[in-house]
């Protein structure tokens, strides 16, 4: 899909709800506690100065001073066709006969079909695609989960939102968060519920498994069978977004979409980057 008219507008310094609230309270705060906000605000900008003098922001494509994702290479992203993609799994083509969610392919996973009910992806996973999700998860460049999102939620069909369903995400095992940091799925989910407007909660749990890029088609179906669990507590609700960065066999989701059914979500959708 090519961009449309006026997207790079998407790609905005929008302020989170969060800065907002604090915001607020900063003005009708003391005197002495706005003086200390206002420091805290101007230490905070001094810091983004010297950081971004020492080590500029660069496109994380084409690696342009200026931004995480510049507006030419946003617009050449490979985007997906959403009028030609399966409406069931979002394979790019299968919108007359897809051959990426057929009962052949289903059956390693113990399906006939896809277990969740829709799935949606932005982009197609070329060389471009997986150097921004790269930087973003591995390089730590989280400023990149924004202009992601943004992308992502683009491709939220109308029917979904009439649903107000809720956000969550496919969570990092402890060891990944461990090496990254944070949780980019997390950050994905929580940027794309602002944009869209809809509410977020973290709903699963992550069990020890193995690195899914290093396995083949086979082990990853093995590897995920069972690794999600519903958030111990967690009220769930009726129909849920599953967010996560990249599908490749679909096993990820599946055992989300497994574990929140398990826990009594009646509807659930999966929204990536992209895939391959």
């Known amino acids: ?6 997207q790079m507008a998407l790609f ?4 989170p709800a ?3 609230r604090e915001g607020a309270a900063a003005k009708h ?12 605000a101007a230490r905070d900008f001094a810091a983004d100065m010297v950081a971004e003098t020492l080590y500029p922001t660069r496109c994380a494509v084409c690696d342009k001073p200026g931004a995480v994702l510049c507006g030419s290479c946003a617009a050449a992203l490979p985007y997906i066709d959403a009028l030609t993609a399966c409406p069931r799994c979002g394979a790019p083509f299968g919108v007359v006969q897809c051959s990426e969610c057929t009962s052949v392919l289903m059956e390693p996973f113990g399906y006939k079909e896809p277990p969740y009910d829709e799935m949606a992806s932005a982009l197609v996973l070329t060389e471009a695609v997986r150097r921004i999700v790269t930087v973003y998860k591995d390089q730590n460049e989280r400023g990149l989960a924004r202009p992601m999102a943004q992308i ?5 069909p109308p029917r979904w939102m009439g649903a107000a369903p809720v956000v969550t995400f496919v969570p990092a095992t402890a060891a990944a968060r461990r090496r990254r940091g944070f949780d980019h799925a997390e950050h994905l989910a929580r940027e794309l519920s602002f944009i869209a407007g809809l509410d977020f909660a973290p709903l699963l749990v992550a069990a020890r498994s193995r690195d899914q890029r290093k ?7 093995g590897n995920m069978r069972h690794s999600l669990t519903a958030l111990a507590g967690a009220s769930m609700p009726a129909a849920v977004i599953v967010v996560d960065d990249v599908c490749t066999t679909g096993a990820t989701l599946f055992a989300a979409t497994e574990a929140l ?3 009594g979500a009646k ?3 999966c929204l990536t980057f992209a895939r391959t």
């Open 18 to 20: 969060k800065s907002r």
């Open 261 to 263: 059914r398990a826990a």
């Open 1 to 6: 899909m090519k961009p449309m008219k006026g």
């Open 12 to 15: 905005d310094e929008r302020t």
């Open 215 to 221: 396995l083949g088609r086979t082990g990853r179906i």
């Open 267 to 269: 509807i659930v959708w």
């Open 152 to 156: 992502m939620a683009r491709y939220l």
């Open 29 to 40: 705060a003391a005197p002495s506690r706005r003086l200390r906000a206002d420091w805290r």
